[in-house]
């Protein structure tokens, strides 16, 4: 018999890689999960625009709350909720940290008598611009002057560069993060000028720690308007404007129209002093955003593409200001613009 060739007894041999072929599909992997890396942690996400808390008027959902609950009553504020500690106070209210189901929650108590009505203004704008942009309410009791909201315990807007030094929220410290957040105040802003209730203007912001502590951080790093006991309403077809307050302002924080415009050995008068509309709010938000962006790597950058829209911001006509919409366009063209350089350095890199 013929013996049959040893290959065909065993099969054909299987063909080895190279090493240089394997070595090339190891730094291919590689440089794939480096680039999801890039653009899941490096590149800044988009905010979802659909509030997960919302309910119906009159419900609120906070944390793990699977249903909505109607706002609590003033028997269960004084049955369920335990106040623990006070964690701030300002002219018309003390906010105290406080307890309801285990949850923690913010219990706000008017300060004075003398302050009631604007205490109530802030309860009435609470209640009617429930949504994504504000603190959620989750009750409130008139008799006894008594507000309870959602608890942020990252605090106010203020706290900003403390909460990003600290070491876990590095990873956030970026100005891709910093300028979403600038998007989240302009946000707000044009929420206020096309409010439910009107054209409403943030009153309560004549210097910028004070403006800064109307808002509050969360903890997902979205800001929410928290002080809602200044918004007056402007109605350009009635005629309708505002004047924040009844003294002589100063500085170059407020919008120049803020400012009294006779000479100055002319004592300051109220009753003369002439009244404005939203257009204030669009003065100050280069100085918020500029804030916001802090000092980060990519900060000066942002502020170069910025350059023009906020220098339109401080015209010095209030109609030639553009609105809180124009503004957001701009942010959103910017952050896509660094974004997809960003991206491409990071292609190139690989």
Request: charged share 25%.
């Amino acid at each position: 018999m013929e013996k049959q060739p040893q290959n065909s007894r065993r099969g054909l041999a299987p063909r080895e890689v190279p090493p240089a072929v394997g070595l090339l599909l190891v730094m291919a992997l590689m440089n794939t999960l480096l680039y999801l890396c890039l653009y899941r942690f490096f590149i800044a996400p988009q905010q979802s625009l659909v509030d997960p808390r919302h309910c119906p008027y009159g419900h609120f959902r906070i944390g793990q709350m699977k249903n909505c609950s109607p706002w609590l009553s003033c028997e269960e504020l004084r049955t369920e909720v335990r106040q623990l500690k006070r964690v701030g106070e300002g002219a018309v209210k003390r906010v105290f940290l406080s307890e309801w189901k285990e949850r923690k929650v913010a219990l706000s108590r008017l300060t004075s008598l003398e302050m009631k009505d604007d205490f109530l203004h802030g309860l009435q704008m609470l209640k009617s611009l429930q949504g994504a942009h504000v603190v959620t309410l989750l009750g409130y009791c008139e008799d006894d002057n008594t507000i309870l909201t959602e608890y942020h315990p990252l605090g106010s807007l203020s706290n900003l560069e403390e909460i990003l030094n600290l070491s876990k929220y590095q990873n956030v410290n970026t100005w891709q993060h910093r300028l979403q957040l600038a998007m989240d105040y302009v946000s707000i802003i044009h929420y206020l000028h096309h409010s439910p209730v009107g054209t409403r203007v943030m009153c309560d912001s004549n210097d910028l720690p004070k403006t800064l502590s109307q808002y509050l951080l969360t903890s997902n790093f979205s800001i929410v308007a928290n002080d809602l006991d200044a918004l007056p309403l402007v109605n350009h077809s009635s005629g309708t404007l505002v004047k924040c307050g009844h003294r002589e302002l100063h500085g170059d924080f407020v919008a120049p129209e803020q400012l009294w415009p006779y000479r100055e050995d002319m004592p300051f008068r109220d009753d003369l002093m002439p009244s404005y509309d939203e257009k204030i709010d669009i003065w100050k938000i280069p100085d918020i955003s500029s804030f916001l962006l802090g000092h980060v790597e990519g900060s000066d950058m942002v502020r170069f593409h910025l350059f023009d829209i906020h220098k339109a911001c401080k015209s010095q006509t209030p109609s030639e200001r553009p609105t809180a919409q124009d503004i957001l366009d701009t942010y959103q063209k910017v952050l896509d613009t660094l974004r997809d350089t960003v991206m491409s350095r990071a292609r190139e890199m690989l």
